[in-house]
């Protein structure tokens, strides 16, 4: 019988992670403990559909649930009440202007039912050294020069793995990842990782996957040339009231 996590990492950072395959059953997903937020190891993580998640305080802590959030780019739902509402907006979307600004917001946003936020200083770090690295992206939307809503994530060759979005004004965050699928699936991009499920993601079109199915997905579209490098040019500026 093959064994289950949690598995202790090795300390150096380029160590490979274990199967995705062997992470817990309870609690669901739990793969790894310990290691470090080099980016050789966040980058060989998601490579292998695992991410970072731990409380200050905690161990760092590795999961990789069962079944596994996803959005198709092509799915994204707005309601009509909420793109009859864009229709005369002036808000405009953006990326990779104020990667740092947008984790900043992500981490102080209020999440019910939860106290406090898994986005540490020392996460805080990491993630903006992948983004000067060209591999963490973030997507912002502007009203004139305020930011009123945005994502960040992780991407590897043509998979996007979404991390953390808010809302500085309301219907910020939709905006943001509406944006973000349309232009994915511009470029031929099938899937946005959403890691758990939540009821907002779900209203707005996420699904389930089975975490084998996910795993063969991402294992062969990680594989796939991407866009490594600023996204600002490529992403372009969107008018947010295209989306309505």
Partial sequence: MSTLGPFLLDEASDAPFPPAELSAREPDG????????APVRLLNAYAGGVFPWFSEGQPLLWWSPDPRMVFRTGGVHLSTRFRRGLRGSRWRVCADTAFAEVMQACA????PGQDGTWIT????RAYVQLHQLGYAHSVEVYDEQTLVGGIYGVSIGRMFFGESMFSGRSGGSKVALAALART???WGWPLIDAQVENPHLLRMGAEHLP???FLQQVRS?????GQVGSWTRAFGELP???LA
């Avoid at 200083?121 to 805080?124: G, I, K, R, Y």
């Fill in 211 to 213: 975490r084998a199915v």
């Fill in 121 to 124: 200083a020392d996460m805080h």
């Fill in 184 to 186: 994915l699936a511009g």
């Fill in 221 to 225: 579209l990680v594989e796939q040339p």
């Fill in 240 to 242: 947010a009231a295209a």
């Fill in 108 to 111: 102080q946003a209020p999440r």
């Fill in 30 to 37: 739990l793969l790894a403990i310990g290691g470090d937020l």
